[in-house]
């Protein structure tokens, strides 16, 4: 591992772009410190103690102007975020001014960071593995709470221990192999195959698990794609109304105007909902039957959940009993709605079409039965995983291409005993099995990865 003092001071903005009460400019590296005495008048902060905060200003020592009143951050190597001598000046905002103190930073010698560059540094440090460090990565992207809480389980360690813990087991059986395989008048082949059998196989049952968290992870970054369909007036854009109110929307994209299809994200008891074709709702309003059943179809195709709305106080039509069929392949909630109004529709009748699961009785109107639905849309996404760490979910594509390789390597080795290869040869699909798993975390990561991953993070972090 390289050591701290290689690296150069780095500097960047690191709170949001825009404007705000305070804006924080960040310095790591050796020349933090320095640095950043250089261009402030207060404390001399080259002899003030770590962690400690210092009231001042900013001046540009060439023009001799003072640039803004701030608080400096000082925190010495290795108790920071980055193990490197860390610098926060938090200035008064203000794009602006808070540009130029950067400029002047780069002016008095400190180089701009590179995206992601802070925390790639925390890697390379030692301070953090792959896996929190994609987590702030997630954090800065997590869309609702569920999200937020999965990522700061990673931020904790959880999945990096578990990882670990799986490569030290695979590793005590590896060396006992390599002592069997040298001390071969014990004969022990037997055995040694027989260790590697139940180790490859606890191994895999345990990435097995892992992987069956990935769709529900996958749906906490992305959102579960969920289409409200059903004929004109059952009260579609009602439910879609009652769904985006109670600060319950957490994204409404209408930037793109033009698309044809919008999506709005809501967070419902934790599980964030992305509503797709919510301009349809809108669109087939008053319009022929057909269109509706038409952009449904549309709908079906990219959707997770299916809500299907019906008019409970109408007998059904051909396009009710249309999208009956069409959805019931597909995970969905039947919801009869208009409960308040005299019921014509019911479960019986449902049930008598093939309808294996109860409807859900509501009345949009007097928001009667919403939060049933809303417990069956939880109990429907949560309900799927088994597994006891629940809070363990794997939810990038990197994590996930690797936990599906290491399963491969663990097959590889099932496959080859089974062939009754000699275990020398089995030993490297174990080996290689050890080496994909240390890539989630990190620690067989090649340089090339590395730099890739962390170039996806926001500047300044
Ligand atoms: P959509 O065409 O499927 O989007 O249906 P809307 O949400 O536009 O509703 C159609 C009509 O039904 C409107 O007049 C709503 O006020 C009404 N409506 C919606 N939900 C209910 C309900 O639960 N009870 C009653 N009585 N009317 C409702
Ligand atoms: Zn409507």
């Known amino acids: 591992m390289a050591t701290v003092t290689e690296y150069d001071t780095i500097t960047a903005i690191s709170t949001p772009p825009g404007e705000g009460a305070i804006s924080i400019v960040r310095l790591s590296g050796e020349q933090a410190v320095a640095l950043a005495n250089r261009v402030f008048r207060g404390a001399d902060l080259t002899q003030v103690a770590s962690h400690t905060l210092h009231y001042g200003h900013i001046i540009d020592p060439a023009a001799h102007e003072e640039l803004d009143e701030v608080m400096v951050a000082v925190m010495r190597a290795p108790k920071t975020f980055t193990r490197e001598d860390v610098v926060e000046i938090n200035c008064h905002g203000g794009i602006v001014s808070t540009n130029r103190i950067l400029q002047l930073l780069l002016a008095v010698g400190a180089r701009m960071a590179e995206p992601g560059e802070f925390t790639k540094r925390a890697f390379l440090n030692g301070r953090i593995d792959l896996t929190q460090a994609e987590s702030v990565m997630d954090l800065i992207r997590a869309k609702t709470d569920a999200a937020m809480k999965v990522a700061l389980n990673q931020l904790d360690g959880n999945l990096e221990h578990l990882i670990k813990n799986l490569r030290q087991e695979i590793l005590q059986v590896l060396a006992q192999v390599e002592v069997n395989i040298d001390y071969p008048e014990y004969d022990e082949e037997q055995l040694t195959a027989q260790m590697l059998r139940e180790k490859a196989e606890t191994v895999q049952q345990e990435i097995s698990q892992l992987l069956a968290t990935a769709g529900q992870g996958k749906i906490l970054r992305e959102g579960l794609a969920t289409a409200i369909i059903g004929r004109p007036n059952v009260g579609k854009s009602s439910l879609l109304n009652y ?68 008019n409970g106080s109408e007998p059904l039509t051909a396009a009710d009993r249309e999208l009956l069929q069409l959805t019931s392949q597909q995970k969905r909630i039947i919801v009869l709605n208009k409960a308040d109004l005299q019921a014509v529709t019911t479960q019986t009748e449902l049930t008598a079409l093939g309808v294996t699961s109860a409807p859900l009785v509501v009345s949009v109107k007097d928001q009667a039965g919403l939060d049933r639905l809303e417990t069956t849309i939880k109990t429907m996404f949560f309900g799927g995983i088994e597994n006891q760490q629940k809070d363990i979910l794997v939810s990038n594509n990197r994590q996930i291409g690797l936990l599906r390789q290491a399963q491969q390597a663990l097959h590889d080795v099932l496959a080859g005993l089974d062939a009754g290869l000699p275990v020398d040869l089995v030993q490297i699909d174990m080996t290689n099995c050890w080496d994909k798993l240390g890539e989630i975390t990190g620690e067989s990561a090649p340089d090339e990865l590395i730099t890739q991953l962390f170039s996806q993070f926001c500047l300044g972090k």
């Open 243 to 310: 769904l985006l109110h109670e600060d319950k929307a957490i994204v409404t994209d209408v930037a793109g105007t033009t698309r044809d299809v919008l999506e709005e994200y809501v967070n419902v008891q934790g599980v964030p909902l992305k509503l797709i074709d919510t301009a349809g709702i809108h669109d087939t309003e008053d319009k022929v039957e057909k269109i509706g059943v038409a952009r449904s179809k549309k709908a079906l195709a990219s959707a997770d959940l299916i809500i299907l709305v019906l």
